[in-house]
T-cell receptor, first 115, second 113 residues
Framework: KAGVTQTPRYLIKTRGQQVTLSCSPI?????VSWYQQTPGQGLQFLFE???????NKGNFPGRFSGRQFSNSRSEMNVSTLELGDSALYLCASSLGRDRITYEQYFGPGTRLTVT | QQQVKQSPQSLIVQKGGISIINCAYENTAFDYFPWYQQFPGKGPALLIA?????SEKKEGRFTISFNKSAKQFSLHIMDSQPGDSATYFCAASRLDNAGKSTFGDGTTLTVKP
């Protein structure tokens, strides 16, 4: 089975721009979670989608948003980029069977640099 | 109440030694405790996980010890190898909501040959 894939792997954007990151979960997985990883803050939960619905949301400003499609693929969007948004954005998928999610499998991440 | 505190921040162990990483959590609603291993340039990979109905779980050289009353759990890596050199993260969540995990700050393990 193919693992979690994220595109693009690297991205450089300018402050004030917006960006869209994509995540394709493992086949059959219905839950997709997004995390931000930075040296200073570690791994911070952004949000989780299950069957196209946002099930959980972390403590991030409204500039961070996401969605999930019927094939479970997910995108996250960051508008009005700030320098502090520079981070590795990780996507994790899990089975999500019967609304219970067990093991999470992470993708390689998208490295976003804001200049 | 959402914090997970991990220690030490870094650890150096000789090849063949035992590596021990500790985590403490605050939220008593947490009932799923995974450990992840992350190599540079890669995403975290699930290593081993435990639920609080058992006090220990072993998979190969990796063991999780869990102390529910102390709200602590630890990862033991037996016979540590240079290939184990990586960053290790503990995490905690509710099993019925494991898509929203709270992570420790990570431990950078270096195993010297």
């Amino acid at each position: 089975k193919a693992g979690v894939t994220q595109t693009p792997r690297y991205l450089i954007k300018t402050r004030g721009q917006q960006v869209t990151l994509s995540c394709s979960p493992i086949s059959g997985h219905r839950s997709v979670s997004w995390y931000q990883q930075t040296p200073g803050q570690g791994l911070q939960f952004l949000f989780e989608y299950f069957s196209e619905t946002q099930r959980n949301k972390g403590n991030f400003p409204g500039r961070f948003s996401g969605r999930q499609f019927s094939n479970s693929r997910s995108e996250m969007n960051v508008s009005t980029l700030e320098l502090g948004d520079s981070a590795l954005y990780l996507c994790a998928s899990s089975l999500g069977r019967d609304r219970i999610t067990y093991e999470q499998y992470f993708g390689p991440g998208t490295r976003l640099t804001v200049t | 109440q959402q914090q997970v505190k991990q220690s030490p921040q870094s650890l150096i162990v000789q090849k063949g030694g035992i590596s021990i990483i500790n985590c403490a959590y605050e939220n008593t609603a947490f009932d799923y405790f995974p450990w992840y291993q992350q190599f540079p340039g890669k995403g975290p990979a699930l290593l081993i996980a435990i639920r609080p109905d058992v006090s220990e779980k072993k998979e190969g050289r990796f063991t999780i010890s869990f102390n529910k009353s102390a709200k602590q759990f630890s990862l033991h890596i037996m016979d540590s190898q240079p290939g184990d050199s990586a960053t290790y993260f503990c995490a905690a969540s509710r099993l019925d909501n494991a898509g929203k995990s709270t992570f420790g700050d990570g431990t950078t393990l270096t195993v010297k040959p």
